[in-house]
């Protein structure tokens, strides 16, 4: 049943994923059309996901507890605003016009290639984030130590 799942979960990703990188995407039905497809993969990934985590099927129809109910939204509240929170630096902006940038933190680098970055421009201590990655930080408390 897993393996099925996996090709489930691979080729609806890389239809909507490829329908996604074109215009079609920006538009309201390209959009749902994205979601029809992905939805049975995103499906998976999450019944999965939960079950790997925490032994027991997930009760998505009926959430009873926190987990649950975060599952069921990623499933069930499709909304393109969402896409924009989940990246680091496109919600910035979206900061920046609501409550104003004073609440943001600065960005000392932002690039593709960290080989670019000059140690010597930065401050003795900082955070290096991924912009697509959970949980993937790497904290440097000292750069003369490391």
Do not use: H
Not at 17 to 27: C, E, Q, T
Not at 84 to 105: C, H
Not at 112 to 127: N, Y
């Amino acid at each position: 049943m897993k393996r099925i799942a996996n090709r489930v979960v691979f080729l609806g990703e890389r239809i909507g994923l490829s329908i996604m990188r074109g215009p079609v995407a920006k538009a309201v039905m390209g959009r749902l059309v994205v979601d029809f497809i992905m939805w049975p993969s995103d499906f998976w990934k999450v019944w999965f996901g939960y079950k790997s985590k925490f032994g027991d099927n997930p009760r998505l129809l009926a959430p009873k507890n926190f987990n649950e109910k975060i599952q069921w939204a990623k499933l069930f509240r499709r909304k393109p605003i969402y896409t924009k929170f989940a990246d680091k630096l496109a919600v910035r902006d979206y900061v920046s016009k609501k409550i104003g940038s004073q609440y943001l933190t600065n960005i000392l680098w932002s690039g593709d290639d960290i080989r670019q970055l000059k140690l010597s421009e930065l401050p003795s201590r900082f955070v290096i984030k991924s912009n697509n990655g959970s949980g993937t930080n790497i904290i440097i408390r000292d750069t003369k130590k490391e």
